[in-house]
C-alpha cells in the first residue's frame, strides 16, 4: 500500500474521467449498446477508436487510431486490478465491455503533454495513446470537445462537447 503523500484543505472537484455535470451525454453505439476493450484495453479518461480488427465479429474500443477519436471513457467504474499487489488501476483489461462517449461534459486532469488551456480551447488527443495533448504536438488530433475553463498544469478542469 501507497504512503499517504499529500493532504487536501478542501473535497476534490472529482477525479479524472469523472462526469462533470447532470447534462446529457451520448454514447457511442455498439452492437449490444456497448464495446469490448481491444488488444491492451482502454485507459479510463482517455479517447477512443473503433478497432474492427481486433475480434473477428464484434469490433472493439482501443486507445489509438487515425482520425478524430469516436468517444471519450469515463469513470464508471475503476479498472480492474491486475498487476500483483497493485492499489490501483485505471486500466480497463482486454475484452471488457465499456461505453464510450461521443458528446458529455468530463473532468481531466491537465497533465505536461497538455499544458496551461484557456476556456475554449479546443481538446486534442495523441492518436497512440489517447490520452489529452497539445495541440502543437505532432500528430495530435481534434476531439470535437472544448475547454470550459482555464486552468494549468495539475488542475482539474472540465471539457464539454456540447459547448
Known amino acids: 500500500m501507497d504512503f499517504q503523500a499529500k493532504v487536501n484543505m478542501g473535497i476534490a472537484q472529482g477525479w479524472h474521467g469523472d462526469f462533470a455535470s447532470a ?3 451520448v454514447s457511442v453505439l ?4 456497448m464495446y469490448p476493450t481491444g488488444t491492451g484495453g482502454v485507459k479510463v479518461g482517455s479517447f477512443v ?8 465479429t464484434t469490433p472493439a474500443l482501443v486507445n489509438k487510431g487515425s482520425g ?3 468517444g471519450f471513457v469515463a469513470r464508471e467504474w475503476n479498472g480492474v486490478i491486475t498487476s500483483w499487489q497493485a492499489v490501483v488501476s485505471n486500466t480497463i ?3 471488457v465491455m465499456v461505453t464510450a462517449y461521443a458528446k ?3 473532468l481531466v486532469v491537465l497533465t ?3 499544458g496551461a488551456v484557456k476556456r475554449g480551447d479546443e481538446v486534442y488527443a495523441d492518436p497512440t495513446t489517447g490520452a489529452l495533448s497539445n495541440a502543437a504536438t505532432k500528430g495530435a ?3 470535437h470537445y472544448t475547454y470550459t475553463a482555464s486552468g494549468n498544469v495539475g488542475d482539474v478542469v472540465s471539457i464539454s462537447a456540447w459547448i
Do not use: L, R
Not at 30 to 33: A, E, L, V
Not at 49 to 56: A, G, L, P
Open 30 to 33: 455498439g452492437s449490444d449498446g
Open 93 to 95: 483489461p482486454q475484452g
Open 68 to 70: 478524430s477519436p469516436v
Open 49 to 56: 477508436w473503433v478497432d474492427e480488427t481486433t475480434y473477428s
Open 141 to 143: 488530433v481534434t476531439t
Open 112 to 114: 505536461e503533454d497538455v
Open 23 to 25: 447534462n446529457p451525454h
Open 104 to 106: 458529455g461534459e468530463f
